[in-house]
């Protein structure tokens, strides 16, 4: 099977399923970070080049199965994924985590996108704000005017569009007490991020209700039609199932 890789499901999946049951993994990864998680099984980094190099490489590679476990902020991939599975014929599984929902105490704005985050940073009123959208999406900030971001990221942004910003280089998953104690280092007053959903980086919505602190949460891009699990043991049970 392929998995399209990149999150921590991707990589509990190919744990849990290579070498079992007659099953070989490959897991791919898009090349953002430089040293991807290590996984079990066959690795291949880089894009295919759109449907028609996804389709090909499903064939070529001679893959029975397919699983998108790409990030729910892959905005391109799952929908390539769907295209190339249907013209090689290859039965394809989307594994989505759920997104985050708000509990009593939480002070949620909702974000259409990564400018309107913008936009509603902009009319906080705040100084320092917690930017943990990824280093990739940060020049939408560029335009808001009289905020101190302190950028979370992976890698270091280069270059950094934000003309005034701090950056610490972390990555998941984070404790709460850890993701308190940087708000109040930072004496951050609002909190941007995207509702990845999941445990890894649930903990600075935690850390941001005991502040009392707004977060701007950013919507998940649009899923493309078809079967869709929400756990790595339903993705397992749907690969056993067809092996
Ligand atoms: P995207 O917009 O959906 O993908 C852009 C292009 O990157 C795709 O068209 C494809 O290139 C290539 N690509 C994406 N995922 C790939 C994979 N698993 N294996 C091989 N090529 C892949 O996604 P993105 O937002 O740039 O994210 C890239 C990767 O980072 C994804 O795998 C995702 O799981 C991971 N990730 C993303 C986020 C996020 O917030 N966006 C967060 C954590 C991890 P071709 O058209 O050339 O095939």
């Given at each position: 099977m392929l998995v399209l890789a990149g999150t921590t499901e991707a990589a509990a999946l190919a744990l849990e399923l290579h070498g079992r049951a007659g099953v070989e993994v490959t897991s791919s990864f898009a090349g953002r970070t430089t040293r991807p998680a290590a996984v079990p099984g066959a690795v291949r980094v880089g894009g295919f080049g759109g449907v028609d190099g996804l389709a090909s490489a499903l064939v070529d590679g001679g893959f029975d199965l397919l699983v998108d476990?790409?990030?729910?902020?892959?905005?391109?991939m799952p929908h390539a994924a769907a295209a190339a599975a249907e013209r090689a014929g290859v039965p394809r599984l989307r594994l989505l985590r759920p997104g985050w929902t708000a509990v009593k105490g939480d002070r949620w704005l909702a974000a259409q996108d990564l400018a309107d985050a913008a936009r509603l940073v902009g009319g906080l009123g705040v100084e320092r704000v917690l930017l943990t959208t990824g280093r990739l999406e940060l020049s939408p900030f560029a335009a808001v005017a009289g905020v101190h971001f302190v950028v979370r990221s992976i890698e270091r942004p280069q270059p950094m569009p934000l003309p005034d910003a701090t950056i610490v280089l972390a990555r998941g998953p984070f404790a709460e007490a850890d993701e308190v104690a940087l708000l109040a280092h930072h004496r951050i007053q609002a909190v941007v991020a995207k509702d990845s959903g999941g445990s890894a980086t649930a903990a600075k919505l935690t850390a941001a209700r005991a502040a009392g602190i707004p977060v701007v949460l950013v919507r998940r891009p649009p899923q493309p039609v078809g079967p869709t699990v929400a756990t790595v043991s339903a993705a397992a049970a749907w690969v056993r199932a067809r092996s």
């Open positions: 476990a790409t990030h729910p902020f892959a905005a391109r």
